[in-house]
């Protein structure tokens, strides 16, 4: 954790100019964390966790229909076009820095805070390992199972992709069964952003993924708890619903 030196501009320069992306979304607070996002099962890891935090900060919703996310503006930040960005004004030294990928803002928010990750060092880099057990195995695959489950994928009449899919859901799903038989969430009694990472994914599998009797949830023994748990958080149901939809 470091110690704030924040600036909030360079001479007569505000220090949020020097990003496109935020003269294109130009903030209300530009003292604020700026998050460019919306309530996907990545989206919500950064605004959960900025609940958590309790950290200020301004959103941005990165409208899809529009396909704001592939815009030069969005791009200039995130040359990837996907949600989750941001931009934290109060970066390392009293410098802003802009990043993208959920994983590493989570990873960022953690160690600038000294929170949501354990003490102790070992521990520490345990739950860093379920995080990216999270990025490099429960998003794809569950992405896949959507796909094939509910999206264009169900128009293909080989089973098969489904089959592979919602075999390695299970499998992980299982993976992650087993570690919470010791304790409340993955790393026992620390609430981490494993956790915060990892949730989110699985309840759009049961739930917008329609796959709750495909991956068999409720016959696991601790998972359907985990998942009550943290919906029970304050900080999670403000998260969930990060940057509010419009009305319709």
Not at 33 to 50: C, E, F, H, R, W
Request: charged residues 25%.
């Amino acid at each position: 954790m470091w110690q704030s030196h924040r600036q909030t501009t360079n001479g007569d320069q505000p220090l949020l100019d020097q990003f496109p992306i935020a003269r294109h979304w130009a903030p209300a607070h530009p003292d604020r964390i700026q998050l460019y996002s919306l309530p996907t099962p990545n989206g919500v890891k950064v605004s959960i966790a900025l609940e958590e935090l309790g950290l200020p900060y301004e959103v941005h919703r990165i409208d899809f229909a529009k396909d704001e996310q592939k815009s030069e503006a969005f791009r200039s930040l995130n040359p990837n076009g996907k949600i989750p960005a941001m931009i934290d004004i109060d970066g390392p030294n009293g410098q802003p820095i802009g990043l993208f990928e959920s994983g590493t803002i989570l990873h960022y928010l953690a160690d600038k805070t000294g929170r949501l990750l354990p003490d102790d060092r070992a521990r520490r880099w345990e739950a860093i390992a379920w995080l990216h057990f999270q990025v490099g195995g429960i998003g794809p695959m569950f992405c896949q199972v959507g796909y094939f489950n509910i999206f264009a994928g169900k128009e293909i009449d080989d089973p098969r992709p489904l089959d592979r899919y919602v075999s390695e859901a299970r499998r992980l799903l299982g993976v992650l069964d087993e570690r919470l038989a010791d304790g409340p969430w993955i790393m026992g009694a620390d609430y981490s952003i494993a956790d915060i990472a990892t949730l989110g994914w699985i309840r759009n599998l049961i739930t917008f993924y329609e796959a709750r009797e495909l991956v068999d949830f409720d016959a696991f023994e601790y998972l359907p708890g985990w998942l009550d748990r943290w919906l029970a958080r304050p900080a999670v149901q403000r998260g969930l619903n990060i940057p509010a939809r419009p009305e319709t």
